[in-house]
């Protein structure tokens, strides 16, 4: 790493879009699902500190730690307006700490600011009726109506997050495809530190996005879901040469899970 950059910024990944992020003394967890992930044998109890949760969308390999972890921290829950009622139905928490974060709503908790932007899923290419009966297939959905009615909500509707530190570092959370309107969207924010899907994603397309959007620091997630680090890590490498290549001085990492990265 470029010992010339201080961001001010530590951050842990878990598994898939779970990081657990610390600016000063705010600490922010996204999309709590980690004791049901097959990338890793970690639990939700390795999360050490949890102020907010940012939910991306409501797809079940995104909440299933969700309500542990809002017994066990009482943290705010920031997610999309859609999904907002049918979450706390199935938390049955109180709805004072559920925040629907309508894109380009910006909350400043203190020692961290945090931006709620549009995005669009993945595309998963299968039809919406077929993709929800996929979705309710899964064990850790079936039977439960109130996680069923959230996968529904989990295909249409998309958040990502802008934080902005106090010291003026920006970090971008985002799990979408590479498309032209989302990198018009992200490019004109700037971030100095992007976290980037890279589950079905191009490397060479994501570096494309990455070099546009003018980020230093790269870090990718959401690798691990179907597959071993073994079987990843030619793809991760892919794209941090294709980044460095664009980005004379930017700094790639690859996240190990349950290691803490200061930046």
């Not at 972890?69 to 907002?84: D, I, S, V, W, Y």
């Not at 003018?214 to 879901?225: A, E, F, R």
Request: with cysteine; proline share 6%; aromatic share 8%.
């Amino acid at each position: 790493m470029n010992e010339a950059a201080s961001y001010g910024v530590a951050l842990k990944w878990l598994t898939v879009t779970c990081f657990e992020i610390r600016f000063g003394g705010v600490t922010v967890v996204s999309d709590p699902f980690v004791t049901d992930s097959p990338g890793t044998e970690l639990t939700w109890e390795a999360i050490e500190g949890c102020d907010l949760i940012t939910l991306s969308h409501s797809h079940w390999d995104h909440i299933t730690d969700l309500p542990r972890l809002m017994e066990r921290f009482h943290p705010l829950l920031l997610c999309g307006e859609q999904t907002a009622e049918p979450l706390a139905r199935w938390l049955n928490c109180t709805p004072s700490r559920i925040y629907p974060m309508a894109p380009n709503l910006e909350l400043d908790f203190g020692d961290v600011k945090v931006r709620a932007l549009f995005g669009r899923h993945t595309d998963l290419k299968q039809g919406y009726c077929d993709l929800l009966r996929r979705l309710e297939e899964n064990p850790l959905v079936h039977g439960d109506p109130h996680i069923t009615e959230l996968q529904a909500c989990g295909s249409l509707e998309y958040r990502n997050y802008l934080f902005t530190a106090q010291n003026g570092t920006k970090v971008l959370l985002w799990g979408n495809d590479p498309t032209v309107e989302q990198r018009n969207l992200v490019r004109a924010l700037r971030p100095d530190i992007a976290i980037l899907q890279l589950s079905k994603q191009d490397p060479v397309e994501m570096a494309d996005f990455a070099a546009a959007i003018g980020c230093k620091v790269l870090i990718p997630h959401h690798m691990d879901l179907n597959s071993a680090e073994a079987a990843y890590m030619p793809k991760v490498e892919r794209l941090r040469s294709e980044f460095l290549a664009r980005v004379p001085g930017g700094v790639f990492i690859c996240p190990r899970h349950g290691q803490w990265i200061e930046l």
